[in-house]
């Protein structure tokens, strides 16, 4: 968790880290390891029936609710642009590593 040392509580611009945290631990969750049965199997693509990969699926519950406390349209179950998202997202992530004073 180095990534703690860097995230700027401080910045009136940012979330007080809480966003870069949120998203750390979706990344973190996206690339940690499942050792339920050895390594994910990728199907052959040169046989006519494909076997799905073997890996759970992730639902960044957390993290969208987490989007919905920093910005009010992204509350809900509704349908977003993920245009919007992925700009507030960035937006939110460079103030709260943000190392200026």
């Known amino acids: 968790k180095a990534y703690l040392r ?8 940012g ?3 809480r966003l870069a945290q949120a998203f750390a631990l979706l990344v973190h969750n996206l690339w940690k390891k499942h050792d339920r049965h050895g ?5 052959n693509p040169n ?4 076997t799905p990969i073997d890996a759970p699926a992730l639902t ?5 609710e987490a989007m919905g ?13 993920a245009q ?12 709260d590593l943000n190392r200026i004073q």
């Not at 406390?69 to 642009?81: I, R, T, V």
Request: charged share 25%.
């Open 60 to 64: 960044p519950k957390t993290f969208k």
């Open 47 to 50: 046989t006519a029936s494909s």
């Open 15 to 17: 979330h007080e880290g």
């Open 39 to 43: 390594p994910p199997k990728a199907s």
């Open 84 to 95: 919007e998202l992925l700009a507030f997202l960035l937006d939110g992530l460079t103030e």
């Open 69 to 81: 406390k920093f910005n009010e349209s992204f509350q809900g179950s509704e349908q977003h642009d």
């Open 6 to 13: 860097d995230i700027n509580t401080t910045n009136p611009l």
